[in-house]
């Protein structure tokens, strides 16, 4: 379904030895620690509830299964071989995590263990109602209640198997994006872009849990991945994989689909015409498709300020919704930035992906999770300040397709977003679904060369000890290459 990897890996692109160096040594260092540590979440993940014995077996056979996909899915590219395999560990890790600190420190009180306890009596139901007991409407928090019924009916009481099945949904998604990044941007930067997209911690630590946030991030791929082959050369595949990967967000969260339509749509009104009259003709006929989709998912997604928000109301201004969702996020451990008025954090959210702030964790300073986030949020600023040359010169491609549609889904994101969520721990859980896009944005471009540069950057090198199939373009162009 994919790119095929040779397509990929035999891109002529200009390779800086020392940042790939640097990249295969993270993964390579992730690896080893979770190695290690092993027998630890191995014994958190497996022995969390009573039923072990099903939950080691379910556990087994879908390692076994995803690693069987990794080696089919990278035959030709050994970097992503190693990259998605210790995100196979990272994301069996995480899960043991998460059910060990909730079960430790919350007593179980979550959604994910929610969401499993009414599949359980839905389980229970079965016995005497059979397939009726999985009651429509399919889609949003129901959805997630009826996939734990179903395989409670199949599987019983195994908890730990769920968890894992939900962990293993979004390495699919990191290989989708790692193959749209090779599409999109064939000289940018795979090597930190894989790392990130795959390795970053918060995006496994939320994804490896029983919940919408596991599965909607192969939807939002799928979109990417469709969009990206659709902009390319219009291919009835890609406007396919582009459906299919939208109907699935719908079904999750649907004002996230939202979001990606009008992202979408609007850089066709802005791009830059092809030669010919091809880019004309289809712009007269993809525009008013997109926005009457657009128009159909932001009906469809009216639901995220008001029905599904304690009190909320279709008479309600938008300033009104807006608060009442960022006083119902004010609840838990994390709550850090409470009686905020809406105008301080619409003027803070351009900046949802470096929260929470140093300040806002202080009131909540006994929280492990806003500690860590907030480390992660400092690691984060280093890097875009690292890369802040290329990203401004990726950012002035904004009128090419993808870089526009990857521009405006950001931006559309962090303002309904942070200006309507108040709660630190919700902010770090929900901007995972912009995280990828971000990094997109952030690695499109190779890292410029400075007086520090490697000589190998300067003067190219036929010899890779990663993959012998890469290719290098001694005196290639360094600029972008959107390949539009």
Same mark, same amino acid.
């Given at each position: 379904?994919?790119?095929?990897?040779?397509?990929?890996?035999? *891109?002529?692109?200009?390779?800086?030895?020392?940042?790939?160096?640097?990249?295969?040594?993270?993964?390579? $260092?992730?690896?080893?620690?979770?190695?290690?540590?092993?027998?630890?979440?191995?014994?958190?993940?497996?022995?969390?509830?009573?039923?072990?014995?099903?939950?080691?077996?379910?556990? @087994?056979? %879908? &390692?076994?299964?995803?690693?069987?996909?990794? $080696?089919?899915?990278?035959?030709?590219?050994s970097y992503l071989r190693s990259l998605l395999m210790t995100g196979l560990l990272a994301h069996m890790a995480a899960a043991s995590l998460f059910?060990?600190?909730?079960?430790?420190?919350?007593? #179980?009180?979550?959604?994910?263990?929610?969401?499993?306890?009414?599949?359980?009596?839905?389980?229970?139901?079965?016995?005497?109602?059979?397939?009726?007991?999985?009651?429509?409407?399919?889609?949003?928090?129901?959805?997630?209640?009826?996939?734990?019924?179903?395989? &409670?009916?199949?599987?019983?009481?195994?908890?730990? @198997?769920?968890?894992?099945?939900?962990?293993?949904?979004?390495?699919?998604?990191?290989?989708?994006?790692?193959?749209?990044?090779?599409?999109?941007?064939?000289?940018?930067?795979?090597? %930190?872009?894989?790392?990130?997209?795959?390795?970053?911690?918060?995006?496994?630590?939320?994804?490896?849990?029983?919940?919408?946030?596991?599965?909607?991030?192969?939807?939002?791929?799928?979109?990417?991945?469709?969009?990206?082959?659709?902009?390319? *050369?219009?291919?009835?595949?890609?406007?396919?994989?582009?459906?299919?990967?939208?109907? #699935?967000?719908?079904?999750?969260?649907?004002?996230?689909?939202?979001?990606?339509?009008?992202?979408?749509? %609007?850089?066709?009104?802005?791009?830059?015409?092809?030669?010919?009259?091809?880019?004309?003709?289809?712009?007269?006929?993809?525009?008013?498709?997109?926005?009457?989709?657009t128009y159909f998912l932001v009906i469809q997604a009216r639901t995220f300020l008001y029905s599904n928000t304690s009190g909320g109301s279709e008479?309600?201004?938008?300033?009104?919704?807006?608060?009442?969702?960022?006083?119902?996020?004010?609840?838990?451990?994390?709550?850090?930035?409470?009686?905020? @008025?809406?105008?301080?954090?619409?003027?803070?959210?351009?900046?949802?992906?470096?929260?929470?702030?140093?300040?806002?964790?202080?009131?909540?300073?006994?929280?492990?999770?806003?500690?860590?986030?907030?480390?992660?949020?400092?690691?984060?600023?280093?890097?875009?300040?690292?890369?802040?040359?290329?990203?401004?010169?990726?950012?002035?491609?904004?009128?090419?397709?993808?870089?526009?549609?990857?521009?405006?889904?950001?931006?559309?994101?962090?303002?309904?977003?942070?200006?309507?969520?108040?709660?630190?721990?919700?902010?770090?859980?929900?901007?995972?679904?912009?995280?990828?896009?971000?990094?997109?944005? $952030?690695?499109?471009?190779?890292?410029?060369? @400075?007086?520090?540069?490697?000589?190998? $950057?300067?003067?190219?090198?036929?010899?890779?000890?990663?993959?012998?199939?890469?290719?290098?373009?001694?005196?290639?162009?360094?600029?972008?290459?959107?390949?539009?």
């Amino acid at each position: 379904m994919g790119i095929t990897a040779t397509r990929a890996i035999h *891109n002529r692109v200009l390779i800086d030895w020392h940042n790939l160096a640097r990249c295969v040594l993270v993964v390579k $260092l992730v690896a080893v620690a979770l190695i290690f540590a092993s027998p630890f979440w191995l014994e958190a993940l497996v022995f969390t509830t009573p039923n072990y014995t099903s939950s080691l077996i379910g556990i @087994t056979l %879908l &390692a076994i299964t995803s690693t069987v996909a990794i $080696l089919h899915f990278t035959q030709t590219d050994s970097y992503l071989r190693s990259l998605l395999m210790t995100g196979l560990l990272a994301h069996m890790a995480a899960a043991s995590l998460f059910l060990w600190v909730v079960e430790a420190f919350y007593g #179980g009180a979550a959604d994910a263990f929610h969401y499993w306890t009414l599949g359980l009596r839905l389980a229970d139901q079965f016995q005497i109602s059979g397939w009726s007991v999985f009651k429509p409407p399919y889609w949003n928090t129901n959805l997630i209640i009826n996939i734990c019924g179903v395989v &409670a009916v199949l599987f019983g009481d195994a908890l730990p @198997t769920l968890f894992i099945a939900f962990a293993f949904v979004p390495i699919g998604a990191g290989y989708l994006y790692y193959r749209t990044f090779t599409l999109a941007f064939p000289n940018g930067d795979r090597w %930190l872009f894989g790392v990130l997209a795959v390795l970053w911690p918060s995006l496994i630590f939320w994804s490896s849990v029983i919940g919408k946030d596991a599965l909607i991030q192969i939807f939002i791929a799928l979109v990417c991945f469709g969009f990206a082959k659709f902009t390319l *050369n219009h291919s009835i595949r890609g406007a396919l994989v582009l459906a299919v990967g939208l109907v #699935g967000v719908v079904m999750i969260r649907a004002h996230v689909a939202a979001i990606l339509a009008i992202a979408m749509t %609007l850089p066709y009104f802005v791009n830059r015409p092809r030669a010919g009259g091809t880019r004309k003709s289809l712009k007269i006929v993809l525009v008013p498709v997109l926005l009457g989709v657009t128009y159909f998912l932001v009906i469809q997604a009216r639901t995220f300020l008001y029905s599904n928000t304690s009190g909320g109301s279709e008479n309600q201004s938008v300033f009104q919704e807006a608060d009442l969702v960022a006083r119902n996020s004010q609840y838990g451990g994390s709550a850090s930035i409470k009686g905020t @008025t809406f105008t301080v954090r619409l003027a803070q959210s351009p900046f949802l992906m470096f929260r929470p702030f140093p300040w806002e964790i202080f009131g909540v300073a006994h929280n492990g999770l806003a500690f860590a986030s907030a480390v992660e949020s400092l690691g984060l600023i280093v890097i875009y300040v690292g890369r802040r040359r290329e990203i401004w010169l990726t950012l002035r491609h904004w009128r090419d397709p993808y870089v526009g549609f990857l521009l405006i889904y950001v931006i559309i994101f962090s303002i309904i977003f942070g200006a309507t969520i108040s709660n630190s721990g919700l902010v770090v859980r929900e901007r995972i679904m912009m995280m990828p896009p971000v990094f997109m944005l $952030l690695c499109a471009m190779p890292k410029l060369q @400075t007086r520090g540069s490697s000589k190998s $950057l300067k003067e190219g090198r036929s010899h890779d000890p990663i993959n012998r199939r890469v290719t290098v373009e001694p005196h290639s162009n360094r600029g972008l290459n959107f390949r539009r």
